[in-house]
């Protein structure tokens, strides 16, 4: 190679390197500020809550004893309430999984069939999510009130008096009572996000479909499930972690009881820390309730890795 030619391109690669150097720099500087955020309202208060978990503190004391993982296994072992606590945020998100993703399909696959009203339909259906959740655990406490509350009157004008609950005052009732809320607030949201994957699979697949002989019921099992597993992923992690979030709705409408019958592990690490001053037990809650999340998540992640395998087969 020419001398000319190896300076000229050595001097092209020094440019190159300077124009990267210079858009890193660039870079960096526009991520700082969203990075000093993220560090200072979430990597750092996050990081205090684990340190604070290997105390033992009331919260508002400047004293606070360093016990180890005594609150860890204290948590495990020795408090019943929150078993009970961790179990029930199981069942919210399991019937979340269960009976709101299936039911949210269901109503957009309806809906994107081209019905009359169906933009309509799918506002009233998302209207829960814009009321404030505490509002909507008044509401809904209101409504199953055994005196004055709709819902028993409605069974008393059917002739249904003897059925009427005590819904919220009772165990055996009180979950199921505060499930029903929380599917009446969150299908909503599902539908308009598998609406929103519906219409972006082109309509000739479903027409195809239609021209071998299947059933719409036989279509969405074949096709349109296998096209929205991500979503499909997606809303289960949204289910999975919502579930250990329902704190606002919960505690609005029953504070955790009857008898713990509807405690969960949120509502419990906020009377751990508000009510009985157990603010390291309380951190000690949080970071359980982080890394069960975090397991979880990655366990259905890996579970949920079969979309390009299933678009092939569909394609084929």
Sequence with gaps: MPASEARVEKAHDEKARKEKARDNRIAFLLLSPAAVIFIVFFVYPNLEVLYLSFFNWAGISP??????????????????????????????????????????????????RRLRGGNFFATVFFLPMVISLVAVGMIWAWMYDPGIGTINLFLRRIGLSSLEPAWLGDPSTAL?????????????????????????????????????????????????????????????????????????????????????????????????AFRYMQSGYASAIGVSIFLICLVITVVQLRLMRVRPAAEEEIQS
């Design 176 to 272: 199921l009572a505060v499930l029903i809320t929380i599917n009446w607030v969150y299908i909503g949201l599902y539908v308009v996000v598998f609406l929103s994957g519906l219409k972006s699979i082109p309509r000739s697949v479903f027409d195809s479909a239609k021209v071998d002989g299947l059933s719409e019921l036989w279509a969405t099992i074949k096709i349109t499930v296998p096209l929205l597993k991500e979503i499909i992923a997606v809303l289960v992690i949204m289910s999975i972690s919502g579930s250990f979030k329902s704190f606002d709705l919960i505690w609005s409408m029953t504070g955790g009881g009857p008898v713990n019958a509807t405690e969960i592990a949120t509502t419990h690490l906020y009377k751990m």
């Design 63 to 112: 004293q606070k004893a360093f016990i180890g993982l005594q609150n860890y296994q204290k948590l495990f072992t020795q408090d019943p309430v929150f078993a009970r606590a961790l179990l029930n945020t199981f069942i919210v998100a399991a019937q979340s999984i269960v009976v709101q993703i299936p039911v949210a399909l269901a109503l957009a696959v309806a809906l994107n």
